[in-house]
């Protein structure tokens, strides 16, 4: 059950609407990436709020943004090269592309709200440093623009492996994937509230009250401030506020249906994700014949189970979705989506947005 949980992402398509073409410069501040910097006094600025509300800063995560605004959120898995069967070699006559064609590609397609990545699921050791790479070009190419504000149109959102079997080992996967300079972390598998609770901890910094360590690797320059301004910022929303961190939690199986609403109370969870691609698999079996066959009622009803209890505690739903039904699941109520990189991910994106007026 790993990145079936969501989707597979699709052979690597740029093109459709919204995208820059590839030759064209992202805006780009003078000094080098991987020097921290200050963040601009219009950064520092705050803006007024209609209806005389408290005036607020301008957000770094624009997903955060939007989900306080209760706005429809679009995203997309980042392009990457193929691999062979089980994240094994790639085929011998696969076109590879560097880091940088990539990160170009995903930094040119501006209609989505976020660049997500999945690789991580099966284990942060094996597929950390090849998205590291990833995360350097694009911070190379303009992952973050300094004016008016710091803001990255783009964040990063990442899987992490199953959190319950080893919560020490959680803590340093999460760590080390944090200070790549993600944005937010998406927990798999989660089967207990109190398994969420562990992964949240491991997201805050000790000093917050979590059990994150205080090594903060090249994050801090990725989002262009000093290591201070970084440890104040990097902290997890809604529980704070004013962190720029985001979690997302699936719930993929049985046993975690079962707990799904005290899973959904959880103070600190962002987005709460039905594991759909992995409960398909859950919810089907194998006939006489040999053939695998769904149960389409139950399926669905799982997925409204976990639904529903985002409607109860008043949590955003988000789903893996498709041209084919992205309409139909924004009227049920999910407002947060990931669609699949290329041209079918990029359609879903395009009726999605239209719908939602933005």
């Not at 969501?6 to 398509?13: F, G, R, S």
């Not at 004016?147 to 992490?160: E, G």
């Not at 790549?180 to 927990?187: E, H, K, T």
């Not at 992995?278 to 040999?290: I, K, Q």
Request: hydrophobic share 40%; proline share 9%.
């Amino acid at each position: 059950m790993r990145s079936r949980s969501l989707l597979i992402p699709a052979t690597l398509v740029v093109g459709l609407l919204n995208v820059v073409p590839i030759g064209q410069a992202q805006p780009r501040s003078s000094s080098p990436w991987w020097k921290p910097a200050v963040a601009p006094r219009a950064a520092m600025r705050r803006a007024p709020n209609a209806g005389g509300l408290p005036p607020q800063a301008a957000r770094l995560n624009p997903v955060i943004e939007l989900l306080e605004q209760k706005k429809p959120v679009f995203g997309v898995y980042n392009p990457s090269n193929p691999t062979g069967r089980g994240r094994g070699a790639p085929p011998a006559d696969a076109s590879m592309k560097p880091p940088g064609e990539l990160a170009r590609e995903a930094l040119a397609y501006r209609a989505a709200d976020f660049l997500f990545n999945g690789s991580m699921e099966g284990g942060v050791d094996r597929a950390l440093p090849g998205y590291a790479d990833f995360v350097k070009a694009t911070a190379e190419v303009g992952a973050l623009t300094r004016t008016p504000f710091l803001r990255l149109p783009h964040p990063l959102i990442v899987k992490t492996p199953k959190i319950a079997p080893d919560t020490t080992k959680a803590i340093d996967n999460i760590s080390r994937e944090l200070n790549l300079g993600v944005s937010g972390i998406m927990f798999v598998e989660v089967e207990s509230a109190d398994e969420v609770r562990q992964g949240l901890a491991a997201m805050r910094f000790k000093s917050k009250g979590g059990t994150r360590p205080d090594e903060v690797g090249m994050a801090p320059a990725y989002w262009g401030m000093s290591e201070q301004a970084y440890k104040q910022k990097a902290d997890l929303w809604p529980l704070n506020p004013d962190g720029e961190l985001l979690n997302w939690t699936i719930v993929e199986s049985r046993e975690g249906l079962a707990h799904v609403r005290e899973i959904a109370a959880v103070k600190g969870i962002g987005v709460l994700w039905p594991g759909a691609g992995t409960l398909r698999g859950v919810f089907s079996s194998t006939n006489p014949a040999g053939e695998r066959v769904l149960d389409t009622a139950g399926w669905e009803q799982a997925i409204q189970q976990v639904l529903s209890a985002c409607k109860e505690v008043n949590l955003p739903c988000g789903f893996p979705a498709t041209p084919d039904d992205i309409e139909r699941r924004m009227k049920q109520g999910f407002s947060v989506f990931i669609m699949n990189w290329g041209d079918a991910g990029f359609k879903a994106v395009e009726i999605g947005r239209n719908a939602s007026g933005r």
